[in-house]
């Protein structure tokens, strides 16, 4: 079955460590995109990338850093600067990012981070 | 700015119809979505409206939009306890270099009781 898988479910990190929160999908998506989910918030972009070899900043990408070396695969790692890293991680992709056709995205299960 | 504003908590009893709101700012969004989010897991696509469209409706849910008022409703008809989930609502908006930027709501936590 196509779809994107995140792993692990859930992750800790200790004081001063850096995590790297894997993101797979198999659906031949070009885009790519992170996102980080709080209680009671919707989800804030972190990173996205249009296109193998190339990704943006989102509203909140302090603390973190990516790469997109192959178009299926888009890890998204959490630096110890990030000082606040305890959150839901949701990876999505869609066909691409053209604004004006029905580009929907679609989500991994998501990976839990805690601070230990 | 950017900023889609939804209820955060709805109640219904089980067999009632449920209708969820969702006003948004960008008059020139083309797509708006409805994604359903179970606890611990990632969220799901359930359907979505074109903006020059009023209506859709896909078996037990039904889209409205009021585009002169940016607002956008969910109807769930014969609500079931499987339909308790949080509910997020997206507009598709437009950034620099063709780029797409989905703006999600807060959610609504839809809770089914007998």
């Known amino acids: 079955d196509g779809g994107i898988t995140q792993s692990p479910k859930y992750l800790f990190r200790k004081e001063?460590?850096?995590v790297t929160l894997s993101c797979e999908q198999n659906l031949n998506h070009d885009a790519m995109y992170w996102y980080r989910q709080d209680p009671g918030q919707g989800?804030?972009?972190?990173?996205?990338?249009?296109?193998?070899?190339?990704?943006?900043k989102g509203d909140i990408a302090e603390g973190y850093s990516v790469s997109r070396e192959?178009?299926?695969?888009?890890?998204?790692t959490v630096t110890s600067a990030q000082k606040n890293p305890t959150a839901f991680y949701l990876c999505a992709s869609s066909i691409d990012s053209g604004h004006y056709s029905n580009q929907p995205q679609h989500f991994g299960d998501g990976t839990r981070l805690s601070i230990l | 700015g950017e900023d889609v504003e939804q209820s955060l908590f709805l109640s219904v009893r089980e067999g009632d119809?449920?209708?969820?709101?969702c006003t948004y700012t960008d008059s020139s969004s083309t797509y708006l979505y409805w994604y359903k989010q179970e606890p611990g897991a990632g969220l799901q696509l359930l359907t979505y409206?074109?903006?020059?469209?009023?209506?859709?409706?896909?078996?037990?849910?039904t889209v409205l939009l009021n585009k002169k008022d940016k607002h956008l409703s969910l109807r769930i008809a014969?609500?079931?306890?499987?339909?308790?989930?949080?509910?997020f609502c997206a507009e598709s908006m437009a950034f620099?270099?063709?780029?797409?930027k989905l703006i999600f709501g807060a959610g609504t936590r839809l809770a089914v009781h007998p």
């Not at chain 1, 192959?70 to 998204?76: G, I, N, Q, R, Y």
């Not at chain 2, 409206?49 to 849910?61: A, E, P, W």
């Open chain 1, 16 to 18: 001063g460590q850096n």
């Open chain 1, 43 to 56: 989800l804030r972009l972190i990173y996205y990338s249009q296109i193998v070899n190339d990704f943006q």
């Open chain 1, 70 to 76: 192959k178009k299926e695969s888009f890890p998204l």
């Open chain 2, 17 to 21: 119809s449920s209708v969820i709101n």
């Open chain 2, 49 to 61: 409206i074109f903006s020059n469209m009023d209506m859709k409706q896909d078996q037990r849910l």
């Open chain 2, 78 to 87: 014969d609500t079931q306890t499987g339909d308790s989930a949080i509910y």
């Open chain 2, 96 to 100: 620099s270099g063709g780029y797409n």
